[in-house]
């Protein structure tokens, strides 16, 4: 999608009913053909937001699922919620193969890295934990615990570990250089979402701003203001072609800027409560957003 | 009969006739009447109905008589106290003096423990028993209205007791509940209130009977009074049966949130719109938290968190607070009996009546008539005073008389009635009529400057007072302008202010110039600096927010007391950031305070800048960065977003899964980042030697656990030694030490997964390592004491060694050999080669020797252990022995420890080159020497010892070669002596 101006999904296709109560994610898998959602009702469903037709539902979680993510090539899940455990799922049966347990809190974020062969998991106690699929073990591989609050926000790339946290820094750990970057924007991180060319990140943050900032120098780039975000945690992302940027609202609405210029593009009310999440299609101009009206909204240009 | 009977055939036994049995029977119940209580127990003997004697058999005890054969219980012997042990295994019994006491015992303890007396009655039980008593004597008495015999329990005669009583006497009646007075005293208050406003609203009074309202007042007061006792004392009401339940049966005994339900349903069908119906879900639930997210709960094992509590609910549920007020007791009464308590309610006893016509009346007053001209204003009085006392003309300045006791007695007597009142001036007077001295008082001496001085004295109880009731703007500072305040000051009141100021300039006179100044210097002593900070200083001009975090930093310095935490954009720094920026503020604050007290001709900001040039790196640095990261990021003060960078490790594992090459493979871990300042301190200076000397322990390790070095290394323990001490000074202790004290094992898991959790561990030892190096030279300097050598300080040590020429080790190699022969043919019982001297010698050496193994060969662990066996043990192979004497006894000669101890490695080598050509051995050696080259050393020693030994006797023969000519006159000796040693050998074995 990369035509001379690309149009705003803002046009709402379907609407996903099924979670009893707040929806706290959702995301497609990695085709953007399936569309997956967790919620306060323990529960993880999966979709054909395209179709609007509810496929699966995951249940073992004890407690809410934060947050969930599925493998690239949509044979395994990972979720992570307030039972402090993260679940590794098999996408087909719906059976929990492995659950890792050794987060002494609830874990807020996961994500697998690019082979599926590790999670990284970010907690509330203030650490990022990577896990082995691979092996039997259930100890972490690694526990980084060098932030000084919770952790709210993990993303990988191939060579990185970058995680956003309340104590105001977004660390990249990098694997090949051996490296920690820890970059102080000063306000409690909410989410952190990579630009697609991975030379930006976009962090949301506390003070109802979403921050743009260089990944090799730490600069800042621009600042995106006009929404509210002040005490729940939501997403943020930035369209296929990174020409906006795309942030839920307190009040429901969902806000678009320009990248460049920082002005609000459209905004407009998508929900009748807090956005929780916001995910962009990786190909289309599509998105879905999901709140705590407990809907899941899928939305074209 | 007879022949019948031989005839016939019994079976058993034969019917007894009627009078048999009736006369044994007979018998029986005359033995049981009289013989039973006669006869002693064991005597007595048990019969059945017929009479007839029991029989148990032989085996249970023949006749049966009583349990009196058995033991005194009808159960037998079974002991109480019995428990299986198989399943209840460690049962301990509470074990008292009582198990062990006998019955006799126990009266007596009894009697020796303390108990109520029969006099102390607290809930009238003995009150109870006396009454029956005495009920009992009168029963005797009288006949009883009651024909026969009345059981005690139906006729019980009560009696209360004297708390009961008491209650009863001061107006308690059963059924209420002692807290009333409280309820009656609301009531009574509420009534009063009432009367206030009927009394107020004399229209409404005349309209509505009081009568009436009287009524109303009591109806309401005893509701409340019956509310009340049914709460607190329980009230037995019965509640009708409505359900079709078995009786007892209570289906909500284990859900009482259904049994709310279902009164409220019933209640709602009784009546109608009295109650809003609570939610199902509420009552379920609603006890355990108020706002749980809806639709679904948590497990029934899970408690509720905090994390359960719906963050995204709305702020504010107004359902919950209904439902609190609505909520009743639930051990209330129930809804059948709602009509019961109505009856009640109207205030009046079971059993009475209200009057028609209420006797009391409550006799009303009209209230009093205010005067048509009062005014509706009031003069507080205090604040009159006060004004009148400032207003008031100042008597004028009287100089004090003469006599110095009189002024002080005068202003003692002053202060005193300024701060007692004029009551003490009266009083004092009075009192001292006939003083001469207290004439001041009525008009005599000194009388003006008393008055001035009282009024001064008056002037400032005012002020204080004033300001100790809070009142911040003081009376005389409202009055006061600036201008005026700074005159009294002595300021110099600019041109205009003082024209204008001419008419309040009279009323602030000299006193209460006096009376300012004395505040102002008990009060603003502190904050002056503070006040005269804006204009002295602004050390931090550059920097804006700087600055103002300066300034509060200094009110809050000044304020004292606990400080909140730095608000604003102090907050958003660092703790380092804030606490350098704190301990800089301080300094400056100090600089300042200097300045104003030095009143130098400097201005204060230039002796700052001064200051914080020559108080050190730190402030200025601090400064600087402070604004070098200002001046990068943006103008506004704004330090974000800043990045930083550390060094992280990523576990192998990790870079593996994410097929990256490990950037840290094969690196010891590093150092961990320091926590804080101390820590790096602490370790700084040590942390590259530590690194180093890890490093090297891991090296020496690698070689202690291949198991041929370490034969090597145990063989060549003065080249070791030499090497570590040229490599570094450090290490040679801490090999030493750690060989000694630590683990080996331990430390080859260590070494072999070198992981993060080693550096604290690593640190420790780089911190030991200074201490160990410091001990261990004292030790070595102590053993070559004891060896009566001289040991030189570490340095000069490896450069002798070094230049130690080659052609006088040769020689003294020679010499050493030549030695070192003597023991092994005084051992062989060789003739005697040496003398007796060389034999003290060489057993001493020996001895010496042992133990400079013990101290120098103790890092290579195993080799020891081996070299201890050999030495000690007896071995089959002789010569093996044989040599390591020779070699150890070699060094019986030498001048120095150096010396000595090259000694015995050259002449160890010696013998171990033996199987190696010669030509070979010479050159290596003397490469050694001089490279200190571990790695051919290492070669040179790769087989085991013993091996050496065993292959050199074997060999040896073979292997004689004609070399250099020192090298012949040592194999020619060494031929002999190993050819007597075999022919020993061969004679201890034949």
């Not at chain 1, 809190?105 to 970010?122: D, G, I, P, Q």
């Not at chain 2, 107020?200 to 309209?207: N, T, W």
């Amino acid at each position: 999608m990369s035509g001379e101006r690309e149009r705003l999904p803002s046009t709402e296709v379907n609407v996903l009913k099924g979670h009893e109560g707040a929806v706290l994610a959702a995301r497609f898998n990695g085709n953007g053909e399936y569309c997956l959602s967790c919620g306060k009702d323990r529960t993880i469903r999966l979709w054909n937001p395209h179709r609007g037709i509810h496929i699966k539902t995951y249940k073992s979680h004890g407690r809410e699922v934060r947050d969930v993510h599925v493998t690239q090539d949509n044979s395994k899940l990972c979720s992570c919620g307030g039972d402090r455990q993260v679940f590794y799922w098999d996408v087909a049966t719906g059976k929990v193969i492995r659950k890792f347990r050794g987060h002494d809190s609830e874990v807020n974020s996961v994500k697998f890295n690019e082979y599926s062969t590790v999670v990284v998991s970010a907690g509330y106690d203030q650490s990022l934990r990577a896990w082995d699929c691979r092996s039997h073990s259930t100890e972490p591989i690694q526990i980084i615990n060098t932030f000084s609050d919770s952790v709210m926000s993990v993303s990988l790339t191939k060579t990185e570990i970058i995680a956003g946290s309340v104590d105001g820094t977004v660390r990249t750990f990098d694997i090949r250089m051996g490296r920690e970057t820890s970059d102080q924007l000063g306000q409690p991180v909410n989410c952190i979402s990579l630009s697609n060319d991975g030379n930006c990140l976009l962090a949301s943050c506390l003070d109802s701003t979403l921050r743009l900032l260089d990944r090799g120098t730490g600069e800042l780039l621009q600042e995106y203001k006009g929404h509210t975000c002040k005490s729940f945690k939501m997403d943020c992302c930035l369209t296929n072609s990174d020409a906006h940027v795309i942030g839920g609202s307190e009040d429901g609405y969902i806000y678009f800027w320009d990248l460049v210029d920082a002005s609000v593009v459209s905004k407009f009310r998508a929900h009748s409560s807090v956005v929780t999440s916001v995910s962009y299609h990786p190909k289309d101009s599509c998105m879905v957003t999901a709140s705590v009206d407990g809907t899941i909204r899928v939305w074209k240009s | 009969m007879d022949g019948d009977d031989e005839d016939m055939v019994f079976y058993g036994t034969r019917i007894q006739a009627e009078d048999d049995v009736s006369s044994r029977k007979k018998k029986s119940v005359a033995e049981a009447a009289g013989q039973l209580r006669t006869l002693p127990s064991w005597k007595q003997e048990v019969r059945d109905e017929e009479g007839r004697r029991r029989f148990h058999g032989a085996f249970t005890g023949g006749y049966s008589a009583g349990y009196y054969n058995s033991v005194g219980s009808k159960e037998g012997w079974t002991p109480s106290t019995f428990t299986s042990s198989r399943k209840n295994r460690a049962e301990l019994k509470q074990q008292s003096i009582a198990n062990f006491l006998d019955e006799d015992e126990k009266t007596e303890m009894e009697d020796r423990s303390l108990g109520t007396s029969m006099q102390f009655d607290t809930f009238g039980f003995t009150a109870v028993e006396l009454a029956k008593k005495q009920a009992d004597k009168e029963h005797q008495q009288r006949p009883s209205a009651i024909p026969g015999p009345v059981p005690d329990e139906m006729v019980a005669p009560v009696t209360e007791s004297i708390g009961v009583k008491l209650l009863l006497k001061m107006g308690w009646r059963r059924g209420r509940s002692i807290k009333e007075s409280q309820t009656t005293s609301l009531y009574d208050k509420r009534r009063e209130a009432r009367k206030a406003f009927l009394a107020l609203a004399p229209d409404a009074k005349e309209q509505t009977g009081g009568p009436d309202l009287e009524d109303e007042d009591v109806a309401d007061g005893h509701t409340i009074n019956v509310d009340q006792s049914t709460k607190t004392t329980p009230v037995y009401v019965l509640n009708p049966k409505q359900d079709l339940h078995g009786l007892g049966y209570d289906p909500y005994k284990h859900a009482p949130e259904f049994r709310e339900k279902k009164r409220l349903r019933v209640s709602d069908n009784n009546e109608k719109g009295r109650r809003k119906p609570l939610s199902f879900q509420d009552s379920l639930f609603g006890f355990k938290s108020g706002r749980v997210a809806p639709g679904f709960g948590i497990g029934a094992l899970e408690e509720l968190d905090v994390e359960d509590v719906d963050v995204y609910a709305p702020g504010y549920d107004f359902e919950e607070t209904y439902q609190i007020e609505d909520i009743e007791d639930p051990s209330g009464p129930g809804p059948g009996n709602v009509k019961m308590l109505d009856n009640k309610q109207h205030g009046i006893l079971l059993g009475f009546k209200a009057a028609s016509v209420a006797d009391y009346q409550l006799e009303r007053f009209n209230p009093p008539l205010i005067p048509k001209d009062f005014t509706l204003h009031h003069k507080f009085s205090a604040p009159l005073e006060i004004g009148y006392k400032v207003c008031e003309v100042p008597p004028p300045e009287v100089p004090p008389p003469e006599d110095n006791n009189l002024k002080v007695l005068i202003e003692g007597v002053a202060t005193l009635v300024a701060r007692c009142g004029i009551l003490f001036e009266d009083l004092s007077r009075e009192k001292n009529r006939s003083n001469p001295l207290f004439a001041f008082l009525s008009g005599g001496n000194g009388h003006e400057f008393y008055k001035r001085k009282l009024w001064e004295e008056r002037q400032k109880h005012n002020d204080k007072t004033k300001q100790q009731s809070d009142s911040k703007v003081s009376q005389s500072a409202q009055k006061m302008t600036a201008e005026s305040r700074g005159r009294i000051l002595g300021e110099k009141p600019l041109e205009r202010s003082s024209r204008d100021l001419t008419p309040p300039i009279p009323s602030v006179s000299s006193a209460d110039t006096a009376n300012l100044q004395f505040d102002l210097s008990n009060t603003f002593t502190q904050p002056a600096s503070q006040s005269q900070l804006p204009e002295v200083a602004k050390p931090f001009l550059h920097d804006p927010a700087k600055q103002e975090r300066f300034e509060q930093f200094l009110k809050e310095k000044y304020r004292g007391g606990l400080r909140v935490i730095d608000a604003g954009e102090a907050s958003k720094m660092s703790e380092a950031a804030r606490a350098r920026e704190r301990l800089e503020f301080e300094s400056t604050a100090e600089v300042i305070a200097k300045g104003n007290s030095g009143k130098e001709s400097k201005t204060p900001s230039l002796l700052l800048a001064d200051v914080l040039a020559s108080s050190g790196l730190q402030f200025t640095a601090s400064i600087e960065k402070s604004k070098g990261t200002n001046d990068g990021v943006q103008p506004e003060a704004n330090m974000y977003p800043r990045r930083e960078e550390y060094q992280w490790r990523p576990s192998p594992l990790l870079c593996k899964r994410f097929d990256l090459i490990d950037p840290f493979m094969g690196k010891p871990p590093p150092a961990p980042r320091p926590r804080n300042k101390m820590e790096s301190f602490m370790f700084m200076p040590d942390s590259s030697k530590s690194a180093k000397v890890g490093e090297s322990l891991n090296m020496d390790k690698d070689l202690l656990f291949t198991d041929q070095p370490s034969k090597e290394r145990a063989m060549e323990p003065t080249e070791d030694l030499i090497e570590v001490a040229e490599v570094e000074n450090v290490e040679r202790p801490v090999d030493l030490y750690k060989a000694i004290f630590s683990d080996d094992s331990d430390e080859e898991g260590e070494s072999t997964n070198p992981s993060q959790v080693d550096d604290p561990e690593r640190k420790i030892e780089a911190a030991n390592t200074t201490l160990s190096r410091l001990i261990a030279g004292d030790f070595l300097e102590s053993l070559g004491k004891e060896l009566g050598l001289e040991v030189p300080p570490d340095l000069p040590y490896s450069e002798s060694k070094a230049s130690v020429p080659n052609a006088q080790k040769q020689s003294s190699d020679a010499k050493g050999e030549r030695d070192g022969l003597q023991p092994c043919g005084q051992s062989s019982n060789s003739a005697a080669v040496g003398g007796i001297s060389a034999d003290n010698e060489s057993s001493h050496d020996v001895k010496e020797v042992d133990r400079q193994k013990n101290s120098e060969l103790l890092p290579a662990n195993a080799t020891i252990k081996k070299d201890g066996g050999e030495s000690e043990k007896p071995k089959k192979d002789g010569t093996s022995k044989r040599v390591y004497q020779h070699g150890t006894s070699s060094s019986s000669e030498g001048d120095s420890s150096r010396k000595h101890r090259r000694h015995i490695q050259r002449s160890r080598s010696i013998v171990n080159e033996t199987s190696s050509s010669s030509d070979d051995y010479e050159d290596r050696h003397r490469s050694r020497s001089k490279k200190k080259d571990k790695g051919s050393s290492r070669d040179g020693g790769s087989r085991s010892g013993s091996k050496h030994h065993r292959r050199h006797k074997h060999k040896h023969k073979r292997k004689e070669s004609p070399s250099g000519s020192r090298h012949g006159s040592e194999r020619e000796r060494k031929e002999r002596r190993e050819a007597k040693k075999e022919g020993h050998k061969y004679s201890a074995r034949g």
